[in-house]
Antibody, heavy 120, light 107 residues
Protein backbone atom coordinates (compact mmCIF):
# COMPACT_ATOMS: atom_id res chain seq x y z
CA UNK A 1 0.00 0.00 0.00
CA UNK A 2 1.36 3.37 -1.06
CA UNK A 3 1.13 6.23 1.41
CA UNK A 4 2.47 9.77 1.24
CA UNK A 5 2.45 12.52 3.83
CA UNK A 6 3.37 16.16 3.49
CA UNK A 7 4.99 18.17 6.25
CA UNK A 8 6.24 21.69 6.67
CA UNK A 9 5.40 25.04 8.23
CA UNK A 10 1.80 26.20 8.43
CA UNK A 11 2.71 29.90 8.22
CA UNK A 12 5.50 31.55 6.27
CA UNK A 13 6.30 35.25 5.97
CA UNK A 14 6.50 36.98 2.59
CA UNK A 15 9.95 36.83 0.92
CA UNK A 16 10.94 33.78 2.97
CA UNK A 17 11.74 30.33 1.56
CA UNK A 18 9.19 27.58 2.03
CA UNK A 19 10.48 24.03 2.47
CA UNK A 20 8.06 21.11 2.25
CA UNK A 21 8.83 17.44 2.78
CA UNK A 22 6.98 14.45 1.37
CA UNK A 23 7.60 11.23 3.29
CA UNK A 24 6.36 8.12 1.57
CA UNK A 25 6.12 4.36 1.96
CA UNK A 26 5.04 1.43 -0.17
CA UNK A 27 7.39 2.18 -3.07
CA UNK A 28 10.97 3.15 -3.76
CA UNK A 29 12.21 6.15 -5.71
CA UNK A 30 15.06 4.00 -6.93
CA UNK A 31 12.64 1.82 -8.92
CA UNK A 32 12.82 2.49 -12.64
CA UNK A 33 10.13 4.86 -13.88
CA UNK A 34 8.75 6.00 -10.53
CA UNK A 35 8.16 9.66 -9.86
CA UNK A 36 6.89 11.92 -7.07
CA UNK A 37 5.23 15.21 -7.82
CA UNK A 38 4.02 18.28 -5.96
CA UNK A 39 0.66 19.87 -6.65
CA UNK A 40 -0.97 22.79 -4.86
CA UNK A 41 -4.48 24.14 -4.51
CA UNK A 42 -5.18 27.71 -3.36
CA UNK A 43 -8.31 27.97 -1.22
CA UNK A 44 -11.39 27.52 -3.38
CA UNK A 45 -9.34 27.21 -6.56
CA UNK A 46 -8.12 24.54 -8.95
CA UNK A 47 -5.23 22.11 -8.72
CA UNK A 48 -1.90 23.38 -10.01
CA UNK A 49 1.02 21.11 -10.80
CA UNK A 50 4.37 22.45 -9.51
CA UNK A 51 7.19 19.94 -9.94
CA UNK A 52 8.15 16.30 -10.11
CA UNK A 53 11.25 14.20 -9.73
CA UNK A 54 11.84 10.79 -11.23
CA UNK A 55 13.82 7.81 -10.04
CA UNK A 56 16.77 8.79 -12.24
CA UNK A 57 16.83 12.34 -10.78
CA UNK A 58 15.14 13.81 -13.86
CA UNK A 59 13.38 16.97 -12.61
CA UNK A 60 10.54 18.88 -14.22
CA UNK A 61 9.05 22.19 -13.16
CA UNK A 62 6.03 24.32 -13.89
CA UNK A 63 7.44 26.80 -16.41
CA UNK A 64 5.93 29.90 -14.80
CA UNK A 65 7.46 29.05 -11.39
CA UNK A 66 10.66 27.34 -12.47
CA UNK A 67 12.95 30.08 -11.18
CA UNK A 68 11.54 29.74 -7.65
CA UNK A 69 11.21 25.96 -7.33
CA UNK A 70 13.69 23.23 -6.42
CA UNK A 71 12.76 19.59 -6.01
CA UNK A 72 15.11 16.96 -4.59
CA UNK A 73 14.99 13.44 -3.25
CA UNK A 74 16.58 11.39 -0.50
CA UNK A 75 16.05 7.80 -1.55
CA UNK A 76 17.44 6.38 1.69
CA UNK A 77 14.91 8.34 3.74
CA UNK A 78 12.01 7.88 1.30
CA UNK A 79 11.56 11.63 1.10
CA UNK A 80 11.10 14.28 -1.55
CA UNK A 81 11.67 17.93 -0.70
CA UNK A 82 10.26 20.98 -2.48
CA UNK A 83 11.54 24.48 -1.83
CA UNK A 84 9.84 27.65 -2.99
CA UNK A 85 11.84 30.84 -2.69
CA UNK A 86 10.58 34.38 -2.19
CA UNK A 87 7.03 33.39 -1.24
CA UNK A 88 4.12 35.81 -1.46
CA UNK A 89 0.44 35.64 -0.43
CA UNK A 90 -0.44 34.00 -3.77
CA UNK A 91 1.52 30.94 -2.60
CA UNK A 92 -1.05 30.34 0.13
CA UNK A 93 -2.43 26.90 -0.68
CA UNK A 94 -2.81 23.29 0.31
CA UNK A 95 0.23 21.46 -0.96
CA UNK A 96 0.00 17.81 -2.00
CA UNK A 97 2.59 15.27 -3.01
CA UNK A 98 1.63 12.34 -5.21
CA UNK A 99 3.08 9.16 -6.74
CA UNK A 100 3.37 8.30 -10.41
CA UNK A 101 4.27 4.86 -11.68
CA UNK A 102 6.14 6.09 -14.73
CA UNK A 103 6.50 8.99 -17.12
CA UNK A 104 3.11 9.54 -18.70
CA UNK A 105 1.28 7.67 -15.96
CA UNK A 106 -1.20 9.47 -13.73
CA UNK A 107 -0.90 10.58 -10.13
CA UNK A 108 -2.37 7.45 -8.62
CA UNK A 109 -1.78 8.04 -4.92
CA UNK A 110 -1.94 11.36 -3.08
CA UNK A 111 -1.01 12.59 0.36
CA UNK A 112 -3.49 14.26 2.67
CA UNK A 113 -2.12 17.70 1.89
CA UNK A 114 -0.75 20.45 4.11
CA UNK A 115 -2.09 24.00 4.25
CA UNK A 116 0.50 26.74 4.06
CA UNK A 117 -0.41 30.36 4.65
CA UNK A 118 1.85 33.19 3.57
CA UNK A 119 1.25 36.11 5.89
CA UNK A 120 3.03 38.66 8.01
CA UNK B 1 1.17 27.72 -21.90
CA UNK B 2 -1.20 24.81 -22.40
CA UNK B 3 -4.78 25.13 -21.16
CA UNK B 4 -7.57 22.66 -20.48
CA UNK B 5 -11.15 23.94 -20.43
CA UNK B 6 -13.91 22.42 -18.28
CA UNK B 7 -17.41 23.68 -17.47
CA UNK B 8 -17.28 25.32 -14.02
CA UNK B 9 -20.37 23.55 -12.73
CA UNK B 10 -22.96 20.93 -13.59
CA UNK B 11 -25.92 19.46 -11.81
CA UNK B 12 -27.55 16.04 -12.14
CA UNK B 13 -30.43 14.19 -10.53
CA UNK B 14 -29.73 10.95 -8.68
CA UNK B 15 -29.79 7.96 -10.99
CA UNK B 16 -29.20 10.03 -14.11
CA UNK B 17 -26.14 10.19 -16.37
CA UNK B 18 -23.85 13.21 -16.48
CA UNK B 19 -20.97 14.01 -18.81
CA UNK B 20 -18.10 16.33 -17.93
CA UNK B 21 -16.01 17.62 -20.82
CA UNK B 22 -12.42 18.72 -21.03
CA UNK B 23 -11.04 20.38 -24.15
CA UNK B 24 -7.56 21.37 -25.22
CA UNK B 25 -5.40 21.73 -28.29
CA UNK B 26 -4.34 18.40 -29.76
CA UNK B 27 -5.71 16.69 -26.68
CA UNK B 28 -6.12 13.49 -28.66
CA UNK B 29 -2.31 13.24 -28.69
CA UNK B 30 -1.99 13.44 -24.92
CA UNK B 31 -2.83 11.09 -22.07
CA UNK B 32 -5.86 12.33 -20.11
CA UNK B 33 -6.72 11.44 -16.54
CA UNK B 34 -9.65 12.43 -14.35
CA UNK B 35 -9.64 13.04 -10.60
CA UNK B 36 -12.49 13.28 -8.13
CA UNK B 37 -12.09 15.58 -5.13
CA UNK B 38 -14.75 15.48 -2.47
CA UNK B 39 -14.96 18.47 -0.09
CA UNK B 40 -12.05 18.56 2.32
CA UNK B 41 -10.39 15.51 0.79
CA UNK B 42 -7.44 14.77 -1.46
CA UNK B 43 -8.02 14.05 -5.15
CA UNK B 44 -8.65 10.46 -6.20
CA UNK B 45 -7.83 9.08 -9.64
CA UNK B 46 -10.98 7.77 -11.37
CA UNK B 47 -9.89 7.46 -15.02
CA UNK B 48 -6.47 7.38 -16.67
CA UNK B 49 -5.06 7.09 -20.19
CA UNK B 50 -8.36 8.43 -21.50
CA UNK B 51 -10.49 5.37 -20.83
CA UNK B 52 -8.95 3.14 -18.16
CA UNK B 53 -10.41 2.78 -14.70
CA UNK B 54 -8.19 2.06 -11.66
CA UNK B 55 -9.07 -0.89 -9.48
CA UNK B 56 -11.66 0.00 -6.90
CA UNK B 57 -13.34 2.69 -8.99
CA UNK B 58 -17.02 1.87 -9.69
CA UNK B 59 -17.98 0.90 -13.23
CA UNK B 60 -20.35 3.87 -13.43
CA UNK B 61 -17.27 6.04 -14.09
CA UNK B 62 -16.03 5.91 -17.69
CA UNK B 63 -13.84 8.02 -19.92
CA UNK B 64 -13.70 8.69 -23.62
CA UNK B 65 -11.89 10.86 -26.13
CA UNK B 66 -13.10 12.36 -29.36
CA UNK B 67 -11.11 14.88 -31.30
CA UNK B 68 -9.77 17.43 -28.84
CA UNK B 69 -12.34 16.75 -26.15
CA UNK B 70 -12.10 14.21 -23.36
CA UNK B 71 -15.24 13.22 -21.52
CA UNK B 72 -15.90 11.74 -18.10
CA UNK B 73 -19.27 10.03 -17.87
CA UNK B 74 -20.93 9.05 -14.64
CA UNK B 75 -23.87 6.69 -15.14
CA UNK B 76 -26.49 6.18 -12.46
CA UNK B 77 -25.10 9.10 -10.47
CA UNK B 78 -25.24 8.78 -6.70
CA UNK B 79 -25.15 11.36 -3.95
CA UNK B 80 -21.60 10.34 -3.05
CA UNK B 81 -20.49 11.43 -6.53
CA UNK B 82 -21.05 15.07 -5.59
CA UNK B 83 -17.54 16.49 -5.85
CA UNK B 84 -15.16 18.55 -7.92
CA UNK B 85 -13.77 16.79 -10.98
CA UNK B 86 -10.49 17.71 -12.64
CA UNK B 87 -9.11 16.56 -15.95
CA UNK B 88 -5.36 16.40 -16.37
CA UNK B 89 -3.28 16.01 -19.49
CA UNK B 90 0.22 14.72 -19.86
CA UNK B 91 2.66 15.04 -22.70
CA UNK B 92 6.42 15.13 -22.71
CA UNK B 93 6.49 18.79 -23.75
CA UNK B 94 3.90 20.07 -21.23
CA UNK B 95 4.24 17.45 -18.54
CA UNK B 96 1.24 17.77 -16.21
CA UNK B 97 -1.56 20.29 -16.74
CA UNK B 98 -4.86 20.40 -14.86
CA UNK B 99 -8.16 21.76 -16.03
CA UNK B 100 -10.02 24.38 -14.02
CA UNK B 101 -12.30 21.82 -12.42
CA UNK B 102 -16.04 21.11 -12.59
CA UNK B 103 -18.22 21.26 -9.50
CA UNK B 104 -20.82 18.49 -9.77
CA UNK B 105 -23.97 18.88 -7.73
CA UNK B 106 -26.32 15.94 -7.28
CA UNK B 107 -29.77 17.39 -6.68
Amino acid sequence: QITLKESGPTVVKPTQTLTLTCTFSGFSLSTAGVGVGWIRQPPGKALEWLALIYWDDDRRYRPSLKSRLTISKDTSKNQVVLTITNVNPEDTATYYCAHSEDSGWPLDSWGQGTLVTVST
Amino acid sequence: SYDLTQPPSLSVSPGQTVTITCSGDELVNKYVSWYQQRPGQSPVLVVYQDTKRPSGIPERFSGSMSGNTATLTISGTQGIDEADYYCQAWASNIHWVFGGGTKLTVL
